[in-house]
C-alpha cells in the first residue's frame, strides 16, 4: 500500500501543482493514459504516491544533442480535506523541457483540477 504523504504549502510552487477531488489511484489512471499516449516510460514509486519518468526531445538516433529532463509528478494529502495537491517537480535535466512538459500533462489532466486549496 502507498503513503499518502502531506501537502505542505512552503514546499510546492504553486505554478507547478494543482489541487483535485479525485483519488490518487483516477489520477494515476489519467497519467498512465498520457504516458501510454506520449510513448513515455515511468516509474511508480514503491513506497509513496509519486510518479517519474524521463521526457526527451530533439537529438539523432544517438541521442546527440537531445534535450532531457526528469520529472516527478507527487501527489500529496491536504490536511483536513477531502482534497489531493499534485505537484510537478524537477528532478534533473533541461528546465524548458520540463515547463513544457507540465504544461502538457495539465492539459491533459484537466478534468481532474477542480478543487482550490481554500
Do not use: H
Not at 502507498?2 to 505554478?15: D, F, G, I, S
Not at 483535485?20 to 514509486?45: G, M, Q, R, V, W
Amino acid at each position: 500500500m502507498l503513503t499518502l504523504k502531506e501537502y505542505r504549502q512552503a514546499e510546492v510552487n504553486p505554478q507547478m501543482s494543482f489541487f483535485s477531488t479525485y483519488k490518487p489511484d483516477e489520477i494515476l489512471n489519467e497519467l498512465a493514459a498520457y504516458f501510454k499516449n506520449e510513448n513515455l516510460t515511468f516509474t511508480i514509486s514503491e513506497k509513496t504516491w509519486k510518479v517519474t519518468y524521463d521526457a526527451k526531445r530533439g537529438g539523432d538516433e544517438s541521442n546527440d544533442l537531445a534535450e532531457v529532463a526528469k520529472i516527478q509528478v507527487k501527489f500529496l494529502r491536504v490536511p483536513d480535506t477531502e482534497k489531493l495537491c499534485v505537484s510537478f517537480n524537477r528532478v534533473g535535466g533541461s528546465s524548458m523541457l520540463f515547463y513544457d512538459q507540465v504544461k502538457k500533462l495539465k492539459q491533459s489532466l484537466l478534468p481532474c483540477n477542480n478543487a482550490t486549496n481554500e
